[in-house]
């Protein structure tokens, strides 16, 4: 069992409970899967570059991308139908959180002028937050990556409302802005 999922069936779970007074542990707000997207327009006009991003996307995460192709051509994009204009990534079960904890640990503080990402969500449970550059993921080599990716993670949960969500991420370790991690029940657990 992982990290992160040991802490949540530990800590996390009883204290959401508690918090949100849960009379059905089937309503306690839970990560349900973690999708990366990557756009690859501008690198889908040479096709190493877009090799080159579904490679470097396949060590962020840990598994093959699927390719997102284009349904409809559009004369003024320069867009043809079938052409690749974007790359997919679900995450679930141990990958996702083995992700979710690399990802707050490891890869978030190597953001530069990092401040916390915001604490707005879609209103429905699910938190997408967007990275300018692909390069902070400690999985990749800096010597082989030729140009800047950017990327959404979306974390679809089954909160109810973005108050739930916002403190599940926030427990799991999402660097918020003006939110700390600790919880006072949890002093006795290092690293929270």
């Excluded at 190493?48 to 995460?61: G, M, P, R």
């Excluded at 690749?84 to 890869?107: E, H, S």
């Excluded at 916002?166 to 029940?185: A, N, Q, S």
Aim: aromatic fraction near 8%; charged fraction near 30%.
């Amino acid at each position: 069992m992982s990290r992160l999922k040991k802490r949540y069936h530990e800590k996390v779970k009883p204290y959401l409970i508690k918090r949100f007074e849960c009379q059905n542990p089937m309503m306690v707000p839970a990560l349900k899967k973690v999708v990366i997207s990557m756009g690859i327009a501008e690198a889908a006009k040479d096709k190493n570059a877009t090799q080159d991003c579904i490679q470097e996307l396949s060590l962020i995460a840990g598994q093959k991308p699927v390719v997102q192709k284009a349904k409809l051509a559009i004369s003024n994009f320069k867009l043809r139908k079938g052409q690749p204009v974007g790359l997919k990534v679900t995450l679930r079960g141990k990958r996702m959180y083995d992700f979710v904890d690399r990802f707050c640990n490891i890869a978030a503080p190597r953001i530069r002028d990092f401040r916390g990402f915001s604490t707005k969500g879609d209103g429905r449970g699910c938190y997408t937050l967007g990275l300018e550059d692909q390069q902070i993921f400690p999985e990749l080599n800096l010597d082989l990556v030729k140009r800047a990716q950017g990327m959404n993670i979306t974390f679809v949960t089954t909160a109810k409302d973005d108050e739930q969500c916002t403190e599940l991420l926030r427990l799991l370790g999402i660097p918020f802005k003006g939110l700390t991690v600790v919880v006072p029940e949890w002093q006795d657990i290092e690293g929270s």
